[in-house]
């Protein structure tokens, strides 16, 4: 049977090397351009002189030298056969570096490059470049520039290795830990709480430092680290800091947990707090935090007490701080309470000022009438501006004196300005009472009728109108009386226009304040029967005089008988 050519070749191959095997070759000539290598096929294969060169462009090989290489191809366009020597030795360095992985080993290399996520590294076999991340760069923070170093040789740990990509990853870390780990031991066994410790700042988070202690972490938590307020730790430490620290905790089971402290290196600022600050002293301090319930002012280094939103203002209630203090500001303050247990202390800032309230008080009396406009209009009643910007309150029943309080405050409205009486001044509760009806008393005539004529007491006016029902009377200075038909006379009346008529003039007794309307009540009957009964009284005491003087006479007779 004739065999086909391709089954020839098959056959003719069949016996020689596999393209990924490296073999032996000898070098029998070198030009400027080639080295010539005999690797036993049958004809010599030509190699690009520069693979056989080092980093300074130096040859390293002679003629008669025997070099590895590879098969690149069996035949090219002249029917010779391809070598390698540069693919030769990067698979001699791949095998290399396969064992090294499989042995768990250590391979020394060169950090020579920052890329994103960590750096490169170029690998002593073979120079193959591997890839370091940076989480796994050390057990604590580096600085780049102390890695990125052509000159320092370093020991890494292969952890990931993949020829067709091309793709190796390397640590750092696990050759620091394992060398660490007996120091790690040591430390371990010799730590105590309370000591203090030398440590090195490897990573800040918003609640605190990690601090590598020689081979073991301790957490600097945010509140240990100053006996003031801290908003985040960058603002006392930074990572690569070689701080001294206080071990607080130290708990080993479940789980490691070593607890660190840099505050209680130094002595508690609240240490005699109330002894240096007493109830009622005035400081000065920097504001340092502003909340919507107030601001924090720093005493002290480590001391800040809290300046309540309501202890801002004499006048301003519902306030916002930011607009009376900033970050940073120099205040004066005074201290209100404190409480050295909960570390807490209460600060005024109004107290610091003069008092409008009391300022009010001093000038002004009750009585005194005063003059403002209308801030704001409530259900019971109308907050009127006064001097040193306090409010006075006109309540809903001291609007008016003749509408009813639920419409008379309909015939304001805000801005308005206003005049009214000051009813009461409270400095301690901050309150001003104000009244409008107590100005229109004042001045209304009746209000001045009533203060001249006492009740019971007899006028005279002259009648205005008439009706069945009874009769106004003009008392003159705009005060109007009014009689009922009951109290025109003592015998039965059932209509008044029988007996009473306009331009009359008559006498009454003043009896009462008439509310709607307002009028003052009289009555006829009620000073008829005044006079009659004082007739009468009279004419008991005439009687008992004459009676008296009659006994006096029959006495003097009787004596002067001898009787």
């Not at 003749?402 to 206003?418: R, S």
Request: aromatic share 6%; glycine share 8%; net charge negative.
């Amino acid at each position: 049977m004739t065999e086909s050519f391709a089954e020839l070749f098959e056959d003719s191959i069949k016996d020689q090397p596999k393209s990924s095997d490296i073999q032996k070759g000898k070098v029998i000539r070198i030009t400027d351009k080639y080295v010539i290598v005999d690797a036993g096929y049958k004809s010599e294969s030509y190699m690009d002189v520069a693979q056989f060169k080092n980093a300074a462009g130096e040859l390293t090989i002679a003629v008669g030298d025997d070099v590895d290489v590879m098969v690149e191809s069996y035949a090219n366009e002249t029917g010779s056969t391809e070598l390698s020597h540069e693919k030769a030795k990067k698979t001699q360095a791949w095998n290399e570096l396969e064992k090294i992985y499989e042995d768990k080993a250590i391979v020394e290399g060169v950090i020579n490059q920052k890329v994103k996520g960590g750096f490169t590294v170029e690998l002593m076999c073979g120079n193959i470049k591997a890839f370091l991340p940076g989480s796994l760069v050390d057990t604590r923070p580096v600085r780049d520039e102390e890695l990125v170093d052509t000159n320092n040789v370093l020991q890494f740990k292969v952890i990931k290795i993949d020829q067709k990509r091309n793709n190796v990853v390397v640590s750092r870390k696990a050759v620091v830990e394992k060398e660490n780990s007996s120091e790690r031991d040591l430390l371990l066994q010799n730590i105590t709480e309370g000591e203090e410790r030398k440590g090195t700042v490897k990573n800040l988070t918003d609640y605190g430092a990690f601090v590598d202690l020689g081979g073991l972490d301790g957490l600097l938590h945010i509140t240990d680290m100053a006996w003031k307020r801290v908003k985040h730790p960058s603002e006392v430490v930074t990572v690569g800091d070689e701080i001294t620290v206080k071990v607080l905790k130290v708990i080993k089971e479940p789980s490691l947990r070593i607890s660190l402290g840099l505050k209680q290196l130094t002595e508690d600022p609240w240490t005699n707090i109330a002894e240096r600050y007493p109830t009622g002293t005035k400081v000065t301090g920097k504001v340092t935090n502003i909340a919507d319930y107030g601001c924090f002012v720093e005493l002290q280094p480590g001391v800040e007490g809290l300046v309540h939103v309501s202890e801002m203002d004499w006048t301003s209630k519902n306030i916002n701080p930011a607009k009376f203090v900033d970050i940073g500001q120099s205040v004066e303050v005074k201290v209100l309470d404190v409480n050295a247990e909960d570390r807490r202390i209460s600060l005024g800032l109004k107290q610091c000022k003069p008092n409008p309230w009391e300022e009010f008080a001093s000038k002004y009396k009750q009585g005194d009438k005063v003059t403002g406009k209308i801030k704001s209009i409530t259900d019971f009643g109308m907050f009127i501006g006064l001097e040193g910007n306090i409010d006075g309150l006109v309540h809903l029943s001291d609007i008016s004196l003749n509408v009813p309080a639920d419409q008379a405050i309909h015939n304001y409205k805000k801005g308005d300005e206003v005049t009214a009486a000051i009813r009461n001044i409270q400095p301690e509760q901050e309150k001003v009472s104000l009244s409008i009806k107590q100005l229109q008393l004042q001045d209304d005539p009746i209000n001045k009728f009533i203060s001249e004529n006492k009740k019971g007491s007899i006028v005279k006016g002259v009648i205005t109108s008439v009706t069945p029902r009874g009769a106004v009377v003009d008392l003159g200075d705009k005060v109007e009386g009014y009689i009922r038909v009951s109290d025109i006379s003592t015998d039965p009346i059932d209509d008044a226009t029988k007996v009473l008529s306009e331009g009359q003039e008559v006498e009454a007794k003043f009896v009462g304040l008439e509310r709607k309307p307002r009028q003052i009540a009289l009555s006829i009957k009620a000073k008829d029967e005044a006079e009659e009964k004082q007739v009468i009284e009279n004419a008991k005491a005439r009687n008992k005089e004459i009676s008296e003087g009659n006994n006096t006479m029959m006495e003097a007779f009787k004596a002067a008988k001898g009787e």
